[in-house]
Nanobody, 123 residues
Framework: QVQLVESGGGLVQAGGSLRLSCAVSGISFSGHAMGWFRQAPGQEREFVAAINWSGSSTHYADSVEGRFTISRTNAKNTVYLQMNSLKPEDTAVYYC????????????????WGQGTQVTVSS
């Protein structure tokens, strides 16, 4: 049974920081690229960040470049998203996802998904 469980969401003031975690089980974690996506109310799910199998390559959406950092610890089957300088427009449900393809940033490239964690940034 594949499980991706996000944690670390919450309410933070603009300019603050949060660190999201996603614990993965049921698949070969080191054999999958990992991504973070988000979905705000009334909007489509959008790509945030991705990291390859070893952690040697990362990719970010323009809207978060320089503020967010994705990382992974394969020994712990966990991927992280450090979010700094948060803005109200970062408010969304954040999802982690696992996929076997590197270099594609659409949600269709990811096979396994978590249930999401809410991030709310107040102004």
């Amino acid at each position: 049974q594949v499980q991706l469980v996000e944690s670390g969401g919450g309410l933070v003031q603009a300019g603050g920081s949060l660190r999201l975690s996603c614990a993965v089980s049921g698949i070969s974690f080191s054999g999958h690229a990992m991504g973070w996506f988000r979905q705000a109310p009334g909007q489509e799910r959008e790509f945030v960040a991705a990291i390859n199998w070893s952690g040697s390559s990362t990719h970010y959406a323009d809207s978060v470049e320089g503020r967010f950092t994705i990382s992974r610890t394969n020994a712990k089957n966990t991927v992280y998203l450090q979010m700094n300088s948060l803005k109200p427009e970062d408010t969304a449900v954040y999802y982690c996802a696992a996929g076997e393809i590197w270099g594609r940033w659409s949600s269709s490239a990811y096979k396994y998904w978590g249930q999401g964690t809410q991030v709310t940034v107040s102004s």
